[in-house]
Nanobody, 118 residues
């Protein structure tokens, strides 16, 4: 059974850091393109960061709004993808979702709330 479980969200002050985790089961993350999305209240879901398959080089891409602050990574041994978020801003407040994609086959996690507020 395929499952993605996000964790690591919470309340943090502006300028702080959080590390989100996306633990996968039922498939191998290194063979899927893995992404983090986020959705703020009243807004559409947006792509935050992507890491390609190991076979494709494990290349990473980021939304302009998070470049230089967020880092996506993958731990193949733990079958887990991470999103390290530094220098957090209030506009980063959203529910963050993990997505796995291979060709047309995609899976979503349930999301984890990140709130940046003083």
């Amino acid at each position: 059974q395929v499952q993605l479980v996000e964790s690591g969200g919470g309340l943090v002050q502006p300028g702080g850091s959080l590390r989100l985790s996306c633990a996968a089961s039922g498939f191998t993350v290194r063979t899927y393109t893995m992404s983090w999305y986020r959705q703020a209240p009243g807004k559409e879901r947006e792509l935050v960061a992507t890491i390609t398959t190991a076979g494709a080089g494990g290349n990473t891409n980021y939304a302009d709004s998070v470049k230089g602050r967020f880092t996506i990574s993958r731990d193949n041994a733990k079958n887990t993808v991470f999103l390290q978020m530094n220098s957090l801003k209030s506009e980063d407040t959203a529910v963050y979702y993990c997505k796995a994609l291979r060709y047309t086959l995609g899976y979503w996690g349930q999301g984890t709330q990140v709130t940046v507020s003083s």
